[in-house]
């Protein structure tokens, strides 16, 4: 992003594309009436309308450009999510891995794959760097509580955590074979099998 663009048509970084305009509009009328002037007056005036014209154009290409970028990561992220609903894993993995700019959405969706896998170490990692990235964001948050709570109950219980490479073997339901005690977890936790906001599917 050129700054000094922003500076000259006297706005700040932020300013919404509406307010963007206004300026433009603004000072390209007041250089298009001192334009007439004559000497230097009406020569700096010239040369003022063509940095604005420039300026504006390239403000608004960036902005463009960056809901692309945006939209993109959206839809991409949501394809991400569909399979994961879906039970696609390894879909979601592959798609994952295709990403270039890795944001706190990005981490979680791949904390919820690795979760899915049982691989609950780096499911929790993947979600503290979302934290991290987004600290303000109540879903990472209550998602890592959750899981936490998770650690905290198997090691109470005397279990161990399934690091277990292979989601297939066993039950694969949010987190391997826990759904055969989601009744006792879900008194003491509030049903952590519930995490990601995924059914656990006790019934």
């Known amino acids: 992003m050129n700054k000094e663009n922003y500076e000259l048509l006297q706005i700040a970084e932020t300013a919404t594309d509406e307010e963007v305009k206004e300026a433009y509009r603004a000072l390209k009328k007041k250089y298009n009436e001192e334009m007439w002037q004559d ?39 949501g394809e991400v999510s569909d399979a994961i609903k879906k039970g696609e894993i390894s879909r979601a993995q592959s798609l994952l891995d295709n990403f270039n ?9 791949q904390s919820v794959v690795f979760y899915k896998k049982n691989w609950m170490n ?10 991290q990235m987004d600290p303000s964001n109540a879903k990472y948050k209550e998602s890592y509580d959750k899981l936490s709570a998770r650690a905290e109950y198997k090691t109470e ?16 339901q949010m987190g391997g074979s826990w759904c055969a005690n989601c009744a006792s977890a879900c ?14 599917n006790c019934h």
């Not at 780096?122 to 934290?131: G, R, T, V, W, Y």
């Open 122 to 131: 780096e499911s929790k990692k993947q979600l503290e760097i979302a934290m």
């Open 101 to 109: 700019e890795r944001n706190a959405e990005w981490h979680y969706l």
């Open 39 to 77: 000497g230097e007056a009406g020569n700096h005036a010239a040369r003022m309308i063509v940095k604005l014209d420039a300026a504006y154009e390239e403000i608004m290409n960036e902005r463009r450009e960056l809901g692309k970028e945006k939209s993109g990561s959206g839809d991409a992220l």
């Open 157 to 172: 219980s005397g279990g161990a955590a399934n690091t277990d490479p292979n989601p297939d073997s066993g039950d694969t």
């Open 187 to 200: 008194y003491t936790f509030l049903c952590v099998n519930c995490l990601f906001n995924l059914c656990c």
